[in-house]
């Protein structure tokens, strides 16, 4: 037992050091550069075509088109055909463009001070005031303005060069409140043969206080000018988020972050997907303005994809991608050069690729690069492996000497210390038992002596005083008992 226990032993030693090696070798990915690649700057306007039916004097038809903002921010591609998260506030506007339109088409068409906003006014003339209330929504059968209304999105890919023209996208799905998760798909071109970009969902938002996170989108639309901000923020309390969201606060109390971020928000990122600090996936969305910007988890994204109809998944662009910013991030830049330039061939203008690809062809070769130590010294490696098999190998050693040494410690048995000695040995005692069985110990290793003719008698001078019923084997001169018929040691036969 003792043996099998330090084998045992020697192996798990073993196993652990030739393990080192592997353990010491992981691979860390990019805490944004995962997500970045499928941000897109998201803006959206409605497009009102109005006519004015102006019968005060002669029956005149005033025609007007007016593009009413309704909002920017930023977005995130979830699959390779198009599907897009962002905010319903960005891509929906709660109030009523036609009132918009409304409003301007009288103040241009009448030539009165009506403000180009969405409330409803009253004017000090009576038939005006009549002909503007009639003109304003919902229609009836004597209104006076007729309406169609469009919206017009365009999202903005992070590409280069950049994108002037953008790409339409649809609302497929709009949520129940403004700072609901909305979904878009893209209906226009999209560049590249195998899809877009997508980023990573994460499978839950961490519910530690103080998590770090990331938060990356637009100020404005993507060009030479204009790159992606990265802004760092941490959670606030609370597992779950919710529909109201959870706040951010800075653990150290040296910033603001709901203010930093609402300021953000009002720019432009509103929408931005947070990025997890761990792995680079998204956690969640940044909603609100203002002093008081939130996230809401990745709970509700997944829920407004699924009523949707649509599912979030990663395509070919994203598999090349992950695994040439495995390489680079492990520092093997030679073999990480060829992976981002397969990326581009994928999706050309690819940002983050190009910017990669360009330091991996600046590193390659060089004192950093992992790779090209591996191609000069093969055999060997940053840590090598000889010094743990040598050693696993000792340790063997060590655990077949240690069994060795406590099996021959083991005592050897004594023999019982009423044996008769024959020639220098104890000998197995004497059955005295009065049956005709005769007992042959043939597991007890035992001299072999010369038979001697010699046969003992009473008449024998030695023996004379001794009791002449007691006998003796005439081979080895043990003594024998009364009804035995062969010797208990030797098997002679008696010779009575």
């Given at each position: 037992?003792?043996?099998?226990?330090?084998?045992?032993?020697?192996?798990?030693?073993?196993?652990?050091?030739?393990?080192?090696?592997?353990?010491?070798?992981?691979?860390?990915?990019?805490?944004?550069?995962?997500?970045?690649?499928?941000?897109?700057?998201?803006?959206?306007?409605?497009?009102?075509?109005?006519?004015?039916?102006?019968?005060?004097?002669?029956?005149?038809?005033?025609?007007?088109?007016?593009?009413?903002?309704?909002?920017?921010?930023?977005?995130?591609?979830?699959?390779?055909?198009?599907?897009?998260?962002?905010?319903?506030?960005?891509?929906?506007?709660?109030?009523?463009?036609?009132?918009?339109?409304?409003n301007?088409?009288?103040?241009?068409?009448?030539?009165?001070k009506?403000?180009?906003?969405?409330?409803?006014?009253?004017?000090?003339?009576?038939?005006?005031?009549?002909?503007?209330?009639?003109?304003?929504?919902?229609?009836?059968?004597?209104?006076?303005?007729?309406?169609?209304?469009?919206?017009?999105?365009?999202?903005?890919?992070?590409?280069?060069?950049?994108?002037?023209?953008?790409?339409?996208?649809?609302?497929?799905?709009?949520?129940?409140?403004?700072?609901?998760?909305?979904?878009?798909?893209?209906?226009?071109?999209?560049?590249?043969?195998?899809?877009?970009?997508?980023?990573?969902?994460?499978?839950?938002?961490?519910?530690?206080?103080?998590?770090?996170?990331?938060?990356?989108?637009?100020?404005?639309?993507?060009g030479?000018?204009?790159?992606?901000?990265?802004?760092?923020?941490?959670?606030?309390?609370?597992?779950?988020?919710?529909?109201?969201?959870?706040?951010?606060?800075?653990?150290?109390?040296?910033?603001?972050?709901?203010?930093?971020?609402?300021?953000?928000?009002?720019?432009?990122?509103?929408?931005?997907?947070?990025?997890?600090?761990?792995?680079g996936?998204?956690?969640?969305?940044?909603?609100?303005?203002?002093?008081?910007?939130r996230?809401?988890?990745?709970?509700e994204?997944?829920?407004?994809?699924?009523?949707?109809?649509?599912?979030?998944?990663?395509?070919?662009?994203?598999?090349?991608?992950?695994?040439?910013?495995?390489?680079?991030?492990?520092?093997?830049?030679?073999?990480?050069?060829?992976?981002?330039?397969?990326?581009?061939?994928?999706?050309?203008?690819?940002?983050?690729?190009?910017?990669?690809?360009?330091?991996?062809?600046?590193?390659?070769?060089?004192?950093?690069?992992?790779?090209?130590?591996?191609?000069?010294?093969?055999?060997?490696?940053?840590?090598?492996?000889?010094?743990?098999?040598?050693?696993?190998?000792?340790?063997?050693m060590?655990?077949?000497?240690?069994?060795?040494?406590?099996?021959?410690?083991?005592?050897?048995?004594?023999?019982?210390?009423?044996?008769?000695?024959?020639?220098?040995?104890?000998?197995?005692?004497?059955?005295?038992?009065?049956?005709?069985t005769?007992?042959?110990?043939?597991?007890?290793?035992?001299?072999?002596?010369?038979?001697?003719?010699?046969?003992?008698?009473?008449?024998?001078?030695?023996?004379?005083?001794?009791?002449?019923?007691?006998?003796?084997?005439?081979?080895?001169?043990?003594?024998?008992?009364?009804a035995?018929?062969f010797?208990?040691?030797?098997?002679?036969?008696?010779?009575?």
């Amino acid at each position: 037992m003792a043996r099998l226990t330090a084998l045992a032993g020697g192996a798990v030693v073993a196993l652990v050091l030739l393990a080192l090696p592997v353990t010491a070798h992981e691979h860390p990915s990019g805490i944004t550069d995962l997500v970045t690649p499928a941000v897109v700057r998201v803006e959206a306007t409605a497009h009102v075509e109005i006519t004015l039916l102006d019968h005060i004097g002669d029956l005149v038809h005033v025609e007007r088109s007016y593009d009413v903002p309704i909002g920017v921010g930023t977005g995130t591609v979830v699959n390779p055909e198009g599907a897009i998260v962002t905010l319903t506030r960005v891509v929906k506007n709660e109030q009523d463009v036609a009132v918009y339109a409304a409003n301007r088409i009288f103040a241009e068409h009448h030539d009165v001070k009506i403000p180009a906003d969405f409330e409803r006014h009253k004017l000090k003339d009576d038939l005006l005031d009549k002909h503007l209330r009639q003109c304003y929504p919902p229609k009836s059968a004597k209104a006076t303005c007729i309406f169609e209304v469009t919206t017009d999105i365009t999202v903005f890919p992070n590409v280069s060069p950049a994108d002037p023209k953008g790409i339409k996208a649809e609302l497929v799905k709009a949520g129940s409140r403004p700072d609901s998760p909305a979904v878009l798909t893209t209906s226009g071109r999209i560049i590249g043969s195998v899809g877009l970009p997508t980023a990573p969902l994460a499978d839950k938002v961490p519910d530690q206080q103080g998590s770090p996170t990331n938060i990356a989108g637009f100020l404005g639309r993507p060009g030479p000018n204009v790159k992606e901000t990265v802004e760092i923020a941490h959670l606030g309390k609370g597992g779950g988020t919710g529909e109201k969201g959870r706040q951010f606060a800075d653990p150290d109390k040296k910033v603001d972050e709901p203010v930093k971020m609402g300021g953000l928000a009002d720019r432009g990122l509103r929408g931005a997907p947070v990025i997890g600090d761990k792995d680079g996936h998204i956690i969640g969305m940044l909603i609100g303005g203002g002093k008081d910007a939130r996230m809401i988890g990745v709970r509700e994204i997944n829920a407004a994809l699924t009523k949707a109809g649509v599912a979030p998944r990663r395509g070919p662009i994203d598999t090349a991608f992950e695994a040439a910013l495995t390489r680079y991030h492990t520092k093997y830049y030679t073999e990480a050069a060829p992976g981002f330039q397969r990326v581009l061939e994928l999706y050309p203008g690819n940002v983050v690729a190009a910017s990669l690809l360009k330091d991996s062809l600046a590193k390659r070769g060089g004192p950093e690069d992992q790779g090209t130590k591996k191609a000069a010294a093969p055999v060997s490696r940053s840590t090598p492996l000889w010094p743990f098999i040598v050693v696993a190998g000792v340790l063997f050693m060590a655990a077949g000497a240690g069994a060795f040494v406590l099996w021959r410690r083991r005592a050897p048995e004594e023999p019982p210390p009423d044996l008769p000695l024959v020639a220098g040995q104890r000998q197995p005692p004497l059955d005295e038992g009065s049956n005709q069985t005769v007992v042959v110990r043939r597991s007890q290793p035992f001299a072999i002596i010369p038979q001697q003719k010699q046969v003992l008698t009473t008449q024998d001078p030695s023996v004379r005083s001794q009791d002449p019923s007691v006998k003796y084997c005439t081979a080895c001169g043990m003594r024998l008992g009364h009804a035995h018929r062969f010797c208990g040691y030797c098997g002679h036969p008696s010779e009575t």
